[in-house]
């Protein structure tokens, strides 16, 4: 079982750049989440999902936007780079709100 | 909103020590709360959870115990190996499917 795949694993950008960071998950789940990982802050949530054709604001959604293309898809898009964003992302999905969550391995950006 | 709040680390403990992680949280309703690990260069992985008052999770010899009371989830386990040196976070589910965490706190075990 693939679980949750993201792509790509490493990127770097220039100021002003865009780019998308897909994520996948082949577990049928209903709830998708999107993470940004940085030094002693911990993980957080920059948008969620709920379920197919819904999306939610987390804690840090300015400079981002989201798609939920479809139940296995969801999308984060950057549309102006810039250094602030620079962190590690992780994409997270699970069935329902009582049930484990599962991550994909991250994928590691840098803003130059 | 809700919110989660660990102690900080980074924690050291010799191997065969007791360890306690400290996690408390605001949440309107019931939340379900969990604690996730993290090895170094991976994503997070589910330790164990609780999804209502006085319910303790427990796996691989970790235990934490839902005391609604003092709105607490402290992880703790009687005796570390080096195996178990990572990150962990505590997290909560309350309304609407969110699942918040807190910031993370780093055990080193050492021989």
């Known amino acids: 079982n693939a679980g949750v795949t993201q792509t790509p694993k490493f990127q770097v950008l220039k100021t002003g750049q865009s780019m998308t960071l897909q994520c996948a998950q082949d577990m049928n789940h209903n709830s998708m989440y999107w993470y940004r990982q940085d030094p002693g802050m911990g993980l957080r949530l920059i948008y969620y999902?709920?379920?197919?054709?819904?999306?939610d604001k987390g804690e840090v959604p300015n400079g981002y936007n989201v798609s939920r293309l479809n139940k296995r898809e969801f999308s984060l898009r950057l549309e102006s780079a810039a250094p602030s964003q620079t962190s590690v992302y992780f994409c997270?999905?699970?069935?329902?709100?009582?049930?484990?969550?599962?991550f994909g391995q991250g994928t590691r950006l840098t803003v130059v | 909103g809700d919110s989660v709040t660990q102690m900080e680390g980074p924690v050291t403990l010799s191997e065969e020590a007791f360890l306690t992680i400290n996690c408390t949280y605001t949440a309107t309703g019931y939340p379900s709360l969990f604690w996730y690990v993290q090895y170094p260069g991976e994503g997070l992985q589910l330790l164990l959870k609780?999804?209502?008052?006085?319910d303790k999770g427990s796996n691989k010899g970790f235990e934490a115990t839902y005391r609604k009371e003092t709105t607490s989830f402290h992880l703790e386990k009687g005796s570390v190996q080096v195996s178990d040196s990572a990150v962990y976070f505590c997290a909560l589910t309350g309304g609407g499917n969110k699942l918040t965490f807190g910031t993370g706190t780093q055990l080193k075990v050492e021989l």
């Open positions: 997270a999905s699970r069935d329902r709100a009582v049930t484990e969550a599962f």
């Open positions: 999902s709920a379920s197919e054709g819904t999306t």
């Open positions: 609780a999804t209502k008052a006085d």
